[in-house]
Each structure stands twice: as structure tokens, then as C-alpha cells.
């Protein structure tokens, strides 16, 4: 048994990944605090829609970290015909992570404090898309069922992938502030990844092993904030032959909103449809929905 030490341990904002070698495993942990205030704080969203979100941020940061490259993306979008929430939208780029759900808050008002996924979509999907450092884009779509956003992202891996995965995220506000954190472990029977993967079965011996060791974690220990997401690490899997951990990206609130950006959008539209979109200032104002800022574009 060993463990490769980290010169310092890793907290909040910041990803962890690891492997376990022998079983042909890897994963990351996340926990979100600063970055999680600073994405909500752009929007005044009532408790279940913050913790949705909460949630939908670790989902981006875990799945977005298995990505390679300062271009590489993964981007997540539940929608829904008539649900209550209609649109929810979260991306990850290089460690930064972003944002925003539109929903009818009427409606999410009668839910209660605590509704359930199937009550705040209804019938919808999940749209999970990873475009590479190399522009290579894969998406899957799957029903947004199940009890949890970390469970669809779950049937994303086996039916998209073929990966088997195992996510939990745990989130808590209190006096404190706001915390959200997940573990997701997968196997990768073939090793390195990217390689063609042959002979994937949900019920490999080491993949049923892993699955029961990363299920024991529990949602105080996600969320603990004098826990090193190196010794949850540590205690899921310290029998093992080898731990192997490797701190990822540091985790920011970013968005890529800029005038330039939105000039360049509104540039791509015919002159008429630019003057459609001018107020009686004549100026186009664009909000940006991540972070809730407004743009002027003289254009
Ligand atoms: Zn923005």
C-alpha cells in the first residue's frame, strides 16, 4: 500500500483527481464554497433553484475535470417541455464554471421547500456535451430521471459512454455560507483512456469492488470543511494497492461575457434584424443570463 503525498492538501475550489491503478479506476472529488457564493450571487434564485444549481456546478467541475486542455469544455443543459424549471445550463472551461437556471417561479413557489427533481422538470433530458482540446465535440442525451441531476449524469457515462460511473453530491447552507461537493468514480476496464474500450461490463469484479468502496462515502464527509478531499480519497480507498492523487485545476466563477463577444454575435445578423433589436436609444442592450450583467453594444 502506498500514497504518492501531496505537498499540500486540497480543500474547496479545487479539483482533485486520482487513480487507482490496480483497478483500473480514476476520479475526482470537488468541493465548492467561494466559487459557490459567487455564482449565486448573480441572481437573487429561491432556495430550490440555488441548490440545483449547487448541484449542477460539482456535476460540471467533476465531469469538466476529466477533460485535458485550457479549450477543452463540457457543457450540461436540462430542459424540459412545461416543467417548472425550463432551463438549466452549466459549463466548465479550465477550471472556470458557470451557471444560471430560468424557471417559473409561480409555480416553483407551490412546489414547497424540497421538491423533487421529477417535480421541478417534469418530463425532461439531459443534454451532456464534451468538445476537446482538439474541437472534437460528443454528446449524449438521457431522460432526466431518477432522483438526483447526479444520477442522470450517471446513466449519461453507462449508455452515452459505456463508462460505468458513480457520482454523489452532497450541498448544505447554513449560518456558514453555502457548500456543495461530489465524488464521481469511473472505470476504465481498458485502461488509459481515449483507447477503443472493448470489453466494458457494468459488472466487472473491480469495478463492482471500486463502486462499493466510493459508496460508502457519506454526503458530512463531502461536505466537511476541515476534511482534505485528500483524505477522502484516502479513506474510501486506502486498502488498495495504490492511491494515486493529483491536484486538478483551481475552480473560478467565469464567464466569458465581454462587449466584444456580443458585438461579434449581433455583427453575424443582417442590418434590419440589428435595427429590430435597437432601443429607442439606439443602442442594443444584450444581458448576459450567467451573470446577470448588462451589455450596450453601439454597433
Ligand atoms: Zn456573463
Redesign the pocket.
Known sequence: MTETIATAETYSDTLLGFTLQGRNARGRIVRLEGVLEEVLSAHSYPAPITHLLGEALVLGALMGGLLKGEHAQMTMQAQTNGGVVRLLVCDYRAGAV?GYADFDAERLAKLGANPSLAALFGEGYLAITFETEGRQRYQGIVPLEGDSLAAACETYFSQSEQIPTLIRVASRSGAGGRTAAGLLVQHLPDGEEGRERLHVRMDHPDWEHVAILAGTIGHDELLDPALSLEAIAWRLFHEEEEVRVQPGAALTRG???STAHYEAIIARFPADEQDEMRGEDGVIAVD?Q??S?SFALAI
Do not use: A, T
Open positions: 458557470r464567464c466569458r461575457c448576459c450567467f451573470c450583467r
